[in-house]
């Protein structure tokens, strides 16, 4: 995985953009995951949450052996020097955290209400797989502390954004974009257990 490309953002809060992230097997093993998401759908029951357990699958100890790639990736995103350097990117403290991984399917008509993270998540990542030709102004909005739509990061392929949770970390996807078939890779780091401890 490849963290070395980036750039910074400072407003309205502190956003690193990455760029080719994945490697081409990675990628495919996420496609892969996607095609089983796409299955469970229904995309009647969008009401601006992510609450369906059926639009997202997490990686855990169990399923990973199914996904090499992935696993090289989770190994990576857990190593003592890749954690240091996302602290200092952060400058925070990922002491007693673990990493969450997980693949998202986003379909038709499907909006995301402009929110902040629980205050359990130390860090979030989402990187865009795009490699469908889905529109480019399909990236995560971001808001103001007044709540004003002030940037969408672009749904490039192989790209992400990261940023450290907070009370202004204001996020989320207006209703009324042309979605399709929006495929996203969401990575944390969380206070509370999971089968990746740092």
Request: glycine share 4%; net charge neutral; proline share 3%.
């Amino acid at each position: 995985m490849n963290l070395q490309q980036y750039d910074l953002n400072r407003k309205p809060y502190l956003i690193y953009n990455f760029y080719n992230c994945f490697n081409r097997d990675t990628i495919y093993e996420i496609n892969h995951i996607v095609s089983e998401l796409d299955k469970n759908i229904d995309s009647k029951n969008y009401n601006g949450e992510r609450v369906n357990g059926n639009l997202r699958y997490f990686i855990d100890k169990n399923t990973v052996k199914n996904y090499p790639s992935i696993e090289k990736c989770i190994k990576f995103l857990i190593r003592k020097d890749t954690v240091k350097d996302i602290e200092n990117l952060g400058n925070i403290s990922l002491e007693n955290c673990y990493l969450r991984f997980e693949v998202i399917l986003d379909k038709e008509n499907f909006w995301l209400e402009k929110h902040v993270d629980i205050p359990e998540k130390k860090m979030s990542f989402l990187l865009f797989i795009n490699d469908n030709g889905e529109d480019i102004n399909n990236g995560t909005d971001i808001y103001n502390q007044d709540l004003r739509l002030v940037n969408t990061i672009p749904f490039i392929h192989n790209s992400g954004y990261m940023f450290f949770p907070s009370k202004i970390s204001w996020h989320g996807l207006e209703k009324g974009k042309n979605i399709r078939y929006r495929k996203v890779v969401l990575i944390n780091y969380v206070t509370f257990e999971t089968d990746w401890k740092l």
